[in-house]
Nanobody, 118 residues
Framework: QVQLVESGGGLVQPGGSLRLSCTAS????????MGWYRQAPGKQRELVAK???????NYADSVKGRFTISRDNAKPTVYLQMNSLKPEDTAVYYC????????????WGQGTQVTVSS
């Protein structure tokens, strides 16, 4: 079992910044693929950013150039730096850990609310 605990959400004005953190209960980054997803009211959960390998990343088109995913293996914590926030970024943000073998092992954090509004 893996527990993921997110923090860092809140209310921010358009154009502002936030940094989300996701801390895992044990060191998993060498085996699990880590990512951030979000779900806005009335919409499906969507990928925001993820690590596709040890060093490669993938971002949703809507956040490219504004969001950055990073990690600290020692902590072990994954971050999502969000700059130039827009009202359409408002959503609950979830941390995800996934390992695909013959079975898919997947864990989600509890979610953290991000609200972008003036």
């Amino acid at each position: 079992q893996v527990q993921l605990v997110e923090s860092g959400g809140g209310l921010v004005q358009p154009g502002g910044s936030l940094r989300l953190s996701c801390t895992a209960s044990r060191s998993i980054f060498s085996t699990y693929s880590m990512g951030w997803y979000r779900q806005a009211p009335g919409k499906q959960r969507e990928l925001v950013a993820k690590f596709t390998s040890r060093s490669s990343t993938n971002y949703a088109d809507s956040v490219k150039g504004r969001f950055t995913i990073s990690r600290d293996n020692a902590k072990p914590t994954v971050y999502l730096q969000m700059n130039s926030l827009k009202p359409e970024d408002t959503a609950v943000y979830y941390c995800n850990a996934r390992l695909i073998l013959t079975t898919v092992y997947e864990y989600w954090g509890q979610g953290t609310q991000v609200t972008v509004s003036s």
